[in-house]
């Protein structure tokens, strides 16, 4: 793969050879530096993948920013708003499709599902399904650069909240399945939906999966020492998180013992 593009000051501009990131002006505790709008391709047509929020500006800046080149669809890693929420305007903007796995976000007849290809100006995109994060989370493998795009399901920073659309079991299914993809692909970037790109690919995703071993063995814990909901095992595993991510934290806590619940 050609040499990745990794800023000192942010992931704005980062990617790969046939992937540009720009990213969305929507900086927050739980989206990290903002939403990372993924640019596919270097030839006259490519693929949009995360408009992200509905933001006149950084749409329009997306829109400057591929000039002439054609979009030939716009695909959402999931349909949560900090990624889909301008999907409809910015696909309108530029005469594209919106391409989803739920169809409440498509625009027009094409979906997405685990195994689909789409071939574009020479690029190939193959789609892979992670359900976890949510329901209909979808990765996407760069397979000319090696890259995979994993929206919420791998971020640059921290680790991923399972939200109320979304189960552990099918998340860690997920994991598991990017581990083994990473490796028989070799695969040599994670290009996330938030925070910075990740050049090491099978660290990362061991990483997350060790992770989510010791916060489950972290909340047996809990229990075994008293903790009765999910608000007081937060106060126990989850001590040194900020207020501002407790809600988040909460949430998390409750998919873990709907995990436990039904091993």
């Not at 690029?123 to 493998?141: I, Y």
Request: hydrophobic share 40%; aromatic share 4%; with cysteine.
């Amino acid at each position: 793969m050609s040499g990745l593009r990794i800023p000192v000051d942010g992931p704005d501009g980062s990617g790969t050879a046939r992937a540009t990131n720009l990213l969305a002006p929507n900086a927050s505790p739980m989206t990290l530096d903002g939403t990372n709008t993924w640019v596919l391709g270097r030839g006259e047509s490519v693929l949009l993948v995360d408009p992200g929020p509905d933001d006149d500006a950084h749409l329009r800046r997306v829109a400057d920013h591929l000039g002439e080149r054609q979009v030939a669809a716009v695909l959402l890693t999931h349909g949560h708003p900090d990624h889909s929420g301008g999907a409809a305007r910015f696909a309108e903007m530029v005469g594209a499709p919106v391409r989803a796995l739920d169809p409440r976000h498509r625009l027009g007849d094409e979906g997405l599902d685990d195994g689909d290809v789409l071939t574009v100006d020479g690029l190939e995109v193959r789609v892979v399904g992670t359900p976890g994060h949510s329901f209909d989370s979808l990765c996407f493998w760069l397979a000319q650069d090696r890259a995979m795009l994993t929206g919420d399901t791998i971020l640059g920073r921290g680790t991923t909240v399972i939200a109320p659309d979304g189960n552990l079991a099918d998340y860690l299914r997920s994991l598991d399945k990017l581990r083994w993809s990473a490796e028989m692909l070799e695969a040599e970037a994670l290009l996330p939906g938030h925070g910075p790109m990740l050049p090491d690919p099978i660290g990362k995703i061991d990483e997350y999966i060790a992770h989510r071993r010791q916060r489950l063995d972290q909340i047996r814990q809990a229990i075994r020492h008293g903790a009765r909901d999910a608000r007081e095992i937060v106060e126990i595993v989850y001590a040194d998180v900020g207020e501002s991510l407790r809600a988040a934290a909460e949430a998390s806590v409750a998919a873990q013992l709907d995990y436990l619940k039904n091993l």
